[in-house]
């Protein structure tokens, strides 16, 4: 496990995974788009590739689709998939989760 993923999540993302029981792949998840979206500065829309979600936070390929769905479901992102692509990602609610959060 990464110090990456023992960092801040939004407040909203946090209660909204934890009251709908999420399943760990969604915290995981989260917590990388809030690293590639604040840490990094990349801003409300984000590209993200199974490697870089397996070195950064150990998630696998299942687990990551797993996630996103999951996030997706709750209405927290939006992603594009196609085949032999990297996954796009726009975080919904930018300007509430660039307001920080509480410790993951």
Request: charged content about 30%; glycine content about 10%.
């Amino acid at each position: 496990m990464t110090d990456l993923y023992c960092g801040y999540l939004p407040l909203k993302w946090l209660r909204v995974i934890s009251e709908n029981r999420s399943p760990h792949a969604a915290t995981k998840t989260a917590a990388l788009l809030w690293h590639r979206a604040g840490v990094e500065r990349k801003g409300r829309d984000l590209i993200l590739t199974h490697k870089r979600a397996r070195d950064c936070v150990g998630l696998t390929h299942d687990s990551l689709g797993r996630g996103l769905a999951e996030l997706e479901r709750l209405g927290l992102i939006e992603a594009e998939r196609a085949r032999g692509r990297a996954i796009r990602v726009s975080i919904v609610d930018y300007e509430a989760f660039k307001r920080g959060g509480a410790k993951a």
